[in-house]
C-alpha cells in the first residue's frame, strides 16, 4: 500500500527556519496533489501548503511556507521560514492519487513542530 512518513520536525526558536520531509513509498508521477496540513491542540486541522497539476499553489502564510519535491527522492518538502509560536502544531503529510478514474487519498502520522524560545 501507499505509505507517506514525515520527519524533521523539532523544537525551533521564533525566527528560525525548519524544513519537514515526507517520503512517499511511490514514484511522484501519479501523484495529482501534495499537500501540508497543520492541526495544534484544540483546533481544527488547517490547509497550510498545496501542489496540483489542475489548481494554483495554496500561500497561506504569505510566502514563509515553500511546498516543494524531489522526483528522484520521492520526496515532498515543506519549508519554513520566519517562523512563530503560533506555528506551533502537528504537520501532516498528504496525497491525493487519481489512476484512470479511481481517486485515492492518503495521510502521514504527523510530526509535531513546537515554536519557543
Known amino acids: 500500500q501507499v505509505q507517506l512518513v514525515e520527519s524533521g520536525g523539532g523544537l525551533v526558536q521564533p525566527g528560525g527556519s525548519l524544513r519537514l520531509s515526507c517520503a512517499v513509498s511511490i514514484s511522484m508521477f501519479s501523484i495529482y496533489s501534495m499537500n501540508w496540513y497543520r492541526q495544534a491542540p484544540g483546533k481544527q486541522r488547517e490547509l497550510v501548503a498545496s501542489?496540483?497539476?489542475?489548481?494554483d499553489s495554496v500561500d497561506s502564510e504569505k510566502g514563509r511556507f515553500t511546498i516543494s519535491s524531489d522526483n528522484a527522492k520521492n520526496t515532498i518538502y515543506l519549508h519554513m521560514n520566519s517562523l512563530k509560536p503560533e506555528d506551533t502544531a502537528v504537520y501532516y503529510c498528504?496525497?491525493?492519487?487519481?489512476?484512470?478514474?479511481?481517486?485515492?487519498?492518503?495521510w502521514g502520522q504527523g510530526t509535531q513542530v513546537t515554536v519557543s524560545s
Open positions: 501542489s496540483s497539476h489542475s489548481t
Open positions: 498528504n496525497i491525493e492519487q487519481r489512476v484512470g478514474a479511481a481517486r485515492y487519498n492518503y
